[in-house]
């Protein structure tokens, strides 16, 4: 089995979340410095540097997302499952069934109206113990999970 790209939906879902971000932090920004530079000689360049900041931040939160979406990528074979993610730094972990110790599939509001969830696996002995595979649709992310403890039964020490 080859691997598989998690739902298109996961972009809608980061794009959402970035650019709430950005207006919470423009509106924060706008009530901090407002005051300060009311009326002031600087006030014309200190609105218009924030205001490009604000479309540079803008338009990096909806074209990231597609970025971010076209290098994650699953796929789960007999040995466990393997995700590929990352844009300057390329990771691929592999996550083998006999570590799995136990799993979680989450879904927020956001991700819910897009019809998307998170599977979380929590393995023994690594450092790094909990790998996340955003952005599966719910009824994948609940399948790959029993298929990743049901296939696993009998192999654990």
């Known amino acids: 089995m080859g691997f598989e790209a998690?739902?298109?939906?996961?972009?809608?879902?980061?794009?959402?979340?970035?650019?709430?971000?950005?207006?919470?932090?423009?509106?924060?920004?706008?009530?901090?410095?407002?005051?300060?530079?009311?009326?002031?000689?600087?006030?014309?360049?200190?609105l218009l540097a924030g205001v490009v900041a604000l479309l540079v931040l803008a338009a990096l939160g909806w074209w990231l997302p597609a970025v971010w979406y076209r290098r994650l990528r699953y796929c789960l074979d007999e040995r466990g499952l393997s995700v590929e993610r990352g844009l300057l730094w390329r990771h691929r972990i592999t996550v083998p069934r006999v570590r799995v110790q136990h799993s979680d599939v989450s879904q927020g509001p956001l991700q819910r109206a897009f019809g998307v969830a998170t599977l979380r696996l929590y393995t023994a002995g690594s450092r790094f113990t909990v790998t996340t595979l955003p952005g599966l649709e719910h009824d994948t992310a609940l399948a790959l999970r029993e298929r990743l403890l049901r296939e696993g039964d009998g192999d654990a020490v």
């Not at 794009?15 to 901090?32: E, H, I, N, P």
């Open 6 to 46: 998690v739902h298109p939906g996961t972009v809608a879902v980061w794009r959402v979340q970035s650019l709430v971000g950005v207006a919470v932090v423009s509106l924060g920004l706008g009530a901090v410095f407002a005051p300060l530079l009311a009326g002031g000689p600087l006030a014309r360049p200190a």
